[in-house]
């Protein structure tokens, strides 16, 4: 079975500044995605940015992106330019790419404090 | 409407009452997921429909738990005779379509339905 590891329960980071969340997962698989969602405290889930495990590019989706490294199945997310509003949960997320498998397998998630 | 909409938003219930979570998608998505998730945990899958049909509810945790979407639009999940256990924030999300190899198919979540059993 797949799973997802978020091992940041919390973080902080300054106003303007560089953070970066850690996700790592486990799976046997070889075709994916990966997804970083944030929750802000209204409880509504945003997807933030995604990865499709074909792609060796590493998405990016503005000031968030992702360091992408398939062999060590580690999936980070990189926030840069951190505003207030970037004060949320952040999830990770897995799902497969086989055949009817729609569900996605959600890591714990890391609290993330922005700092004015 | 412009986004997934749930309701209620709260909801309290003795134990052993039995509960009705609505859930509305986005007008036209085709798929539809329930998540159940507990204080301080990530959500985890309940059930999942396309159009009318539930292809998957292996997430369901007992047969307390049922979902329906009747017409390939509404659905709602009910719960049975509530344990305590059974306390957290019910997520619905919908999306659009999923391509025949599976797709990212961006999943669109409303607010959810924190339900307290007592």
């Known amino acids: 079975a797949q799973t997802v590891t978020q091992s940041q329960p919390e973080m902080s980071v300054q106003e303007a500044e560089t953070v970066t969340l850690s996700c790592t997962y486990d799976?046997?698989?070889?075709?994916?995605?990966l997804f970083w969602y944030k929750q802000p405290p209204s409880r509504q889930m945003i997807l933030v940015i995604r990865?499709?495990?074909?792609k060796q590019q590493n998405a990016t989706e503005n000031r968030f992106s992702v360091n992408f490294q398939k062999a060590a199945k580690s999936f980070s997310l990189k926030i840069s330019d951190s505003q207030l509003g970037d004060a949320a949960m952040y999830f990770c997320a897995y799902r497969s790419a086989a055949g009817n498998n729609r569900k996605l397998i959600w890591g714990l998630g890391t609290s993330l404090a922005v700092n004015p | 409407g412009a986004g997934v909409s749930q309701s209620p938003r709260y909801k309290v219930a003795k134990r052993g009452q039995d509960v009705a979570l609505r859930c509305d998608p986005i007008?036209?998505?085709?798929?539809l997921f329930w998540y159940q998730q507990a204080l301080g945990q990530g959500p985890e899958f309940l059930t999942y429909?396309?159009?009318?049909?539930?292809?998957?509810k292996s997430g369901l945790p007992s047969d307390r738990f049922f979902a329906e979407r009747p017409e390939g639009s509404v659905s709602t999940l009910k719960i049975q005779r509530t344990q305590q256990e059974d306390s957290a924030v019910y997520l619905c999300a919908s999306t659009s379509r999923f391509a025949t190899s599976g797709g990212t198919g961006e999943l669109f979540f409303g607010e959810g339905s924190r339900l307290t059993v007592l």
């Open positions: 799976t046997s698989e070889s075709d994916y995605y």
């Open positions: 990865q499709e495990a074909y």
């Open positions: 007008s036209g998505h085709v798929s």
């Open positions: 429909f396309q159009n009318e049909a539930q292809l998957d």
